[in-house]
C-alpha cells in the first residue's frame, strides 16, 4: 500500500501529456530550431493539406525561425522528440549486464539461463544509427547511379545521331 504501482502505460502518458494537442491529433512540440511555440495550419493553395510551424516563421522577417513541415514530416519530428523524452525518462540501470533468470521450457522449469539486459529503447537508436551511416553512403550511390544512366543516355543519343548521318550519306549515294 506505501508505495505506488505504475502500470506499463505510465511513461508514455507523462511524455505525451505535457504537449498540446493540435486539431488533426498530433502533439504540439516546442520547434525544434528555436524552442518557441509551433502552431497547426492548412494550406488553401494544396488542397487544405496540413502543416506545422514556428511561431517565428515569417518569410519577410528579419528574426525568423526556419521550421516548416508538412504533417508526414512533422509526425517523424514528434516521434524523435517523444522518444528523447522516453529515453530521458527510463534509466539505464543494469543495461549490458548479464542475469540468471528462470527458463521454462514446455511448461515445466529447466534451471536457470543468463541472459544479458538490453534495453528496447537504446537498440533502436543504435539501429537508427546503424541506418544513418548507410544512409550516407547509399546517398553517394545514388548519385554515382544517376551520373551513369546520364552518360549512357547521352552516349545512346550520340548513336542515334551518327547512325541517322549514315543513313542520310547512304540515301544521297
Known amino acids: 500500500m506505501g508505495e505506488p504501482s505504475f502500470g506499463s502505460s505510465f511513461i508514455p502518458t507523462v511524455a505525451l501529456s505535457q504537449y498540446p494537442v493540435g486539431p488533426s491529433g498530433v502533439p504540439l512540440i516546442p520547434c525544434p530550431k528555436c524552442g518557441d511555440k509551433v502552431v497547426e495550419c492548412k494550406s488553401w493553395q494544396n488542397k487544405g493539406e496540413v502543416f506545422f510551424k514556428c511561431v517565428n516563421y515569417n518569410e519577410y522577417a528579419e528574426k525568423k525561425c526556419p521550421f516548416f513541415a508538412w504533417l508526414a514530416d512533422y509526425k517523424k519530428v ?3 522528440k517523444l522518444k528523447e523524452d522516453l529515453q530521458a525518462a527510463v534509466p539505464y540501470e543494469g543495461h549490458g549486464e548479464t542475469k540468471a533468470l528462470p527458463y521454462q521450457g514446455n511448461g515445466e522449469s529447466k534451471g536457470l539461463v543468463e541472459m544479458k539486459l538490453k534495453s528496447r529503447l ?3 537508436e543504435r539501429m537508427d544509427l546503424k541506418m544513418d551511416k548507410h544512409e550516407g553512403r ?3 550511390k545514388m548519385d554515382k547511379l544517376i551520373g551513369l544512366v ?3 543516355v547521352v552516349l545512346c543519343l550520340v548513336i542515334v545521331v551518327i547512325v541517322l ?3 542520310v550519306v547512304l540515301i544521297t549515294k
Open 78 to 80: 514528434v516521434a524523435k
Open 122 to 124: 537504446y537498440e533502436e
Open 138 to 140: 547509399m546517398d553517394l
Open 150 to 152: 546520364q552518360l549512357l
Open 165 to 167: 548521318l549514315g543513313v
